[in-house]
C-alpha cells in the first residue's frame, strides 16, 4: 500500500536531521521568515498609500467642493455597500485620512517614515502630537525601534519628546567625538514603571527587576542594545570586581557598561565607571570594535553637577536617571510651552509672525 503524502511528512518530522541537514534547513526557514516580514511591509506600504489618496481626495473636495463631514458619511456608506465587510473605511476613519493627508502634505521628507509605521501607530502619533516636530520625532524614534503601538503610547505618556528638548542627554566631549551620534541613542531619564518597584528599594531588588524584565528594558534602553550579562566579572591586579549590567550596542559597534545606583549621583561615580571603562578596553573589547561606553543610572541627580564632572573629563560615560513611575505629562507640557515662549524672539512692528511658524529646532531621532 502506497502511502499518503501526509503519512511521509509525519515519518520525516520523526527523524532528526543530520547536522549538515538541519543547518541548510534553518536557511530555508529564514527565507520563509523574510519573506513573511517583506510581505507584510508591502501589505502595510500599500495600505498606507490608498489611505493617502483617499485623503488626498477628500481633501481637495473639502477645499474646493464644499464637502463636509455629512458627505463624508454618505461616501463611507456607499463604499461599504459596494463591499460587504471591508474594514477601515468608516466616516471617522475617512475623516483621519483626510487629517492625515493634511497633516504631512507639506513634508514629503517624511514619507517613507509613514509607510514603515501601521496605520495604528500612524494615528496615534497624529491624534497625541500637536506640533509638526514632535510628529517628526516620534515618526523617526518608533520607526527605528519598530515600536507596536502599544510601546509608542507609552512612550509618548512618558513625555520622550518634551525630555529630549527640556533635558537632552549631557555627554562628554570625548563621548561626542568617538560616538557623534551618542545623543540618538540615550536618554536623560529613563522610564522603568515597568518594574513595579517600591519608592522604597535597594540596588539588587532594582537589578533583579531589570533582569526579570529585560525585554521591556531593552526596549527601554533601544533597539540596537544587546544583552551580555549580568554582575559582569572584571579582574584587574589579581583583585576581582562585578559590573552591574553590561550590553552591547550594534550600531555603535561597542560595549555598554550599566552601573545602577538608587540615590542621587555622587561625582566619585564616575571614577568607578571609568575604571570598568579602562577594564573592559584593555581586556575584553575585540579588535574591531570601538571604546566601550559607560552609563551611570542613578535615581536622582543635579544637572550642573554633571555639567561639572563632564566638563573636563575625557571619559565616555554618562549620567541618567531613572524613575519607577510615569511623570505628570500635563506638566511636562506646560514647561515645554514655557520652553517655547523663552525660544521665540520677540515680536515687534516688523516682526508679527505667529508663534507655530517659528519653530524651535529639536534633535532627531533618526
Known amino acids: 500500500m502506497n502511502k499518503t503524502e501526509k503519512e511521509i511528512v509525519e515519518a520525516a518530522a520523526q527523524q532528526l536531521p543530520s547536522s549538515a541537514e538541519l543547518s541548510a534547513f534553518e536557511e530555508v526557514l529564514a527565507f520563509i521568515e523574510q519573506s513573511r516580514v517583506q510581505a507584510s511591509q508591502a501589505v502595510n506600504t500599500v495600505l498606507i498609500d490608498l489611505y493617502w489618496k483617499v485623503g488626498e481626495y477628500v481633501w481637495h473636495k473639502i477645499q474646493h467642493e464644499g464637502w463636509g463631514k455629512g458627505t463624508v458619511l454618505a461616501l463611507s456608506a456607499f463604499v461599504q455597500s459596494k463591499h460587504l465587510g471591508i474594514r477601515g473605511f468608516s466616516a471617522q476613519n475617512i475623516w483621519r485620512m483626510r487629517q492625515f493627508f493634511d497633516a504631512y502634505r507639506d513634508q514629503p521628507n517624511l514619507s517613507t517614515l509613514l509607510r514603515e509605521l501601521p496605520w495604528s501607530s500612524n494615528l496615534h502619533i497624529l491624534s497625541r502630537a500637536k506640533r509638526p516636530e514632535e510628529r517628526e520625532f516620534y515618526l523617526r524614534i518608533a520607526s527605528r525601534n519598530r515600536w507596536k503601538v502599544r510601546e509608542l503610547a507609552r512612550q509618548m505618556n512618558a513625555g520622550v519628546f518634551e525630555r529630549s528638548i527640556l533635558n537632552p542627554p549631557k555627554l562628554s566631549t570625548a563621548l561626542r567625538e568617538l560616538q557623534p551620534l551618542a545623543a540618538e541613542f540615550f536618554k536623560d531619564v529613563y522610564s522603568l514603571e515597568f518594574l513595579g518597584l517600591p519608592a522604597e528599594h535597594s540596588e539588587a531588588d532594582l537589578e533583579g527587576a531589570l ?79 570601538n571604546p566601550a561606553v559607560g552609563l551611570l543610572l542613578c535615581a536622582t541627580k543635579d544637572s550642573e553637577v554633571v555639567e561639572y564632572c563632564l566638563s573636563r573629563s575625557l571619559s565616555t560615560a554618562m549620567v541618567a536617571e531613572y524613575e519607577t513611575l510615569l511623570p505628570d505629562k500635563e506638566l511636562l507640557k506646560a514647561k515645554l510651552h514655557e520652553f517655547y515662549q523663552l525660544c521665540a524672539p520677540p515680536e515687534d512692528e516688523d516682526d508679527m509672525a505667529p508663534e507655530s511658524s517659528k519653530p524651535v529646532h529639536v534633535r532627531k531621532a533618526s
Open 211 to 289: 533582569l526579570r524584565n529585560l525585554g521591556r528594558f531593552i526596549t527601554e534602553l533601544g533597539r540596537d542594545f544587546c544583552f551580555v550579562g549580568s554582575q559582569y566579572p572584571v579582574q584587574v591586579g589579581g583583585q576581582d570586581f562585578a559590573l552591574d549590567l553590561l550590553f552591547f550596542h550594534r550600531s555603535m559597534n561597542c560595549l555598554v557598561a550599566i552601573e545602577l545606583k538608587i540615590r542621587e549621583f555622587r561625582p566619585e561615580d564616575l571614577g568607578k565607571i571609568n575604571f570598568y571603562l579602562e577594564a573592559l578596553d584593555r581586556d575584553h573589547r575585540k579588535p574591531h570594535e
